[in-house]
């Protein structure tokens, strides 16, 4: 399956290139995503004109010109079913990937997201039909929603609980963490060091 990376700033603050261990966030996103057996190529969206940053860092980005992640999601989709994370989840967990990816392709729902116990989706750590996706942004969009939180009111999804999961293995959680500011990347650091230790590929 595709992996797509979002990493299109929508806030001054957003940054896909902050330094963890000394690589842009983005490229370590990248390359634990493609640790997963499941996914076997990477797409990564990017404002147009951070191309050339971005060409350094990761090995596919498409470039587009628009408002929102919401919008830039809708220029890039690809035509068949994908794997969306956003550009600053360095922790991603291949197994949750692979098992998400699998629960997809069993029930092949328009959309399958991970929820939390309070009802919140993260809608940047699931899988997608393009199709069903295009549609529900155009919807979003037309009744004036700009964050993509809110395509989950257009789409028939499936949900999956993130704590019923994290019960089985507790890294579950690690794979929603992102990284935001120098608190972030100091525990995304700390992280990657214990997963080293246990044999994890980064």
């Not at 959309?111 to 997608?128: C, M, T």
Request: aromatic residues 10%; glycine residues 4%.
């Amino acid at each position: 399956m595709l992996g797509v990376i979002l990493a299109f700033p929508e806030k001054r603050w957003e940054n896909y290139t902050l330094p963890v261990n000394g690589e842009p966030v983005v490229r370590l996103t990248e390359r634990r995503l493609l640790t997963a057996k499941r996914i076997n190529e990477t797409l990564t969206i990017v404002r147009k004109d951070k191309l050339k940053t971005y060409s350094l860092h990761v090995s596919n980005p498409f470039p587009v010109t628009a408002r929102s992640k919401m919008e830039a999601l809708l220029k890039a989709l690809p035509d068949k079913p994908f794997f969306l994370v956003e550009g600053n989840m360095p922790l991603i967990m291949p197994f949750l990937v692979n098992y998400l990816v699998g629960l997809f392709y069993e029930n092949e729902p328009e959309a399958l997201i991970p929820v939390w116990n309070d009802g919140s989706a993260e809608v940047f750590h699931a899988v997608y039909e393009p199709d069903a996706l295009r549609d529900a942004i155009e919807s979003a969009l037309a009744e004036g929603y700009r964050s993509f939180s809110r395509v989950t009111e257009f789409l028939d999804y499936e949900p999956v609980s993130i704590e019923e999961l994290a019960k089985r293995n507790p890294k579950v959680t690690l794979s929603f963490f992102r990284v935001r500011n120098s608190l972030d990347v100091a525990f995304a650091e700390k992280t990657i060091e214990e997963l080293k230790a246990r044999g994890e590929p980064f």
